[in-house]
C-alpha cells in the first residue's frame, strides 16, 4: 500500500466526479458516452460467447478505444481492423472473470481478486502479442493504459491508467500510479475511506440508465482533477 496519507478530500473528488458528469451531458453524442456504449454491451451480454456476438462486442470495444485516444499515432492498432479484439473479448467473456464485473471498492481489496485482476491483464497482453506484428514492430506490445482501458471498458474494474490519472493519483498520494495489484488496492482504499459519499454520488449518476461501477466513478475523479489544471 502506499504510505502517504491521501490529500483529497471527499468532497473534492465528489465536485470533480461531478464536474466530469457534467460535460457528459453536453453532447448526447459527445466522445465520453463511448465508455457507456461499450459497458453497457459488455454488461448487458455478460459471458455470451457465440460468434455473432462476440464480434458484435469486440466493434463496440475498437470504437469505444479508438474515442479514448489508443488508435492514434503509431500505435499498433491503427494498423489493424476491429476483430483484432476477438481473443482478447473472448477472454473477458469467461465466467471466471464475473467476479470482476462491476465489482465493489471493498471485493476489489480482495488479494484473490486483485489476482484475477492481473491475471486478466496478463492474457490480454497475450491475445495482442500473439497477432501479427504491426509494421516495423517484432511484436505488438500493450501499454498499462491500453490494458486498463479495456478493463474499464468492459468490466469496470479498473480506472484507465493514463497520463491525467496517474498524474493525479501521484501528486494527492493516493498511490504510485502504475498498474501493479498495491497501485489498485490504494485506489480502492481511498474509495472505502469515503464509501457513503462516493455510493450516494453513484447511484445518483447511475439513474441515467446504466450502473456506474465504482472504479468509473475513480477513473472520473482523478482524470478530471487532471484536465480543470491544465484547461
Known amino acids: 500500500m502506499?504510505?502517504?496519507?491521501?490529500?483529497?478530500?471527499?468532497?473534492?473528488?465528489?465536485?470533480?466526479?461531478?464536474?466530469?458528469?457534467?460535460?457528459?451531458?453536453?453532447?448526447?453524442?459527445?466522445?465520453?458516452?463511448?465508455?457507456?456504449?461499450?459497458?453497457?454491451?459488455?454488461?448487458?451480454?455478460?459471458?455470451?460467447?457465440?460468434?455473432?456476438?462476440i464480434d458484435y462486442l469486440s466493434l463496440h470495444l475498437a470504437f469505444y478505444l479508438a474515442s479514448w485516444g489508443m488508435?492514434?499515432?503509431?500505435t499498433f492498432l491503427l494498423?489493424?481492423?476491429?476483430?483484432?479484439?476477438?481473443?482478447?473479448?473472448?477472454?473477458?467473456?469467461?465466467?471466471?472473470?464475473?467476479?470482476?464485473?462491476?465489482?465493489?471498492?471493498?471485493?476489489?481489496?480482495?488479494?484473490?481478486?486483485?489476482?484475477?485482476?492481473?491475471?486478466?491483464?496478463?492474457?490480454?497482453?497475450?491475445?495482442?502479442?500473439?497477432?501479427?506484428?504491426s509494421p516495423g514492430r517484432t511484436i505488438n506490445n500493450t501499454s498499462d493504459t491500453l490494458e486498463t482501458k479495456i478493463l474499464l471498458g468492459t468490466l469496470g474494474c479498473v480506472p484507465a491508467f493514463d497520463g491525467y490519472y496517474v498524474e493525479s493519483v501521484k501528486k494527492n498520494h493516493i498511490s504510485k500510479g502504475v498498474f501493479n495489484k498495491s497501485s489498485v488496492r490504494s485506489i480502492a482504499e481511498f474509495y472505502c475511506d469515503h464509501l457513503e459519499a462516493f455510493e450516494n454520488l453513484r447511484?445518483?449518476?447511475?439513474?441515467?440508465?446504466?450502473?456506474?461501477?465504482?472504479?468509473?466513478?475513480?477513473?472520473?475523479?482523478?482524470?478530471q482533477d487532471t484536465k480543470q489544471k491544465k484547461d
Not at 28 to 36: K, Q
Not at 203 to 221: A, Q, V
Request: charged share 30%; aromatic share 10%; glycine share 4%.
Open 2 to 53: 502506499y504510505q502517504n496519507i491521501s490529500t483529497m478530500t471527499a468532497d473534492t473528488a465528489v465536485q470533480l466526479i461531478r464536474n466530469y458528469y457534467s460535460e457528459t451531458l453536453r453532447d448526447p453524442h459527445g466522445r465520453y458516452m463511448s465508455w457507456r456504449h461499450c459497458y453497457r454491451a459488455f454488461s448487458e451480454n455478460r459471458n455470451v460467447a457465440d460468434k455473432h456476438t
Open 79 to 133: 494498423q489493424k481492423d476491429y476483430k483484432v479484439h476477438i481473443p482478447v473479448v473472448e477472454v473477458i467473456q469467461e465466467k471466471k472473470y464475473d467476479p470482476l464485473h462491476g465489482i465493489s471498492a471493498k471485493d476489489l481489496c480482495k488479494e484473490e481478486n486483485l489476482d484475477l485482476l492481473m491475471e486478466i491483464a496478463a492474457r490480454i497482453r497475450g491475445c495482442y502479442a500473439r497477432e501479427l506484428p
Open 203 to 223: 447511484h445518483e449518476l447511475s439513474k441515467c440508465g446504466i450502473e456506474y461501477p465504482p472504479m468509473k466513478l475513480m477513473d472520473m475523479c482523478f482524470w
Open 71 to 74: 488508435y492514434r499515432g503509431s
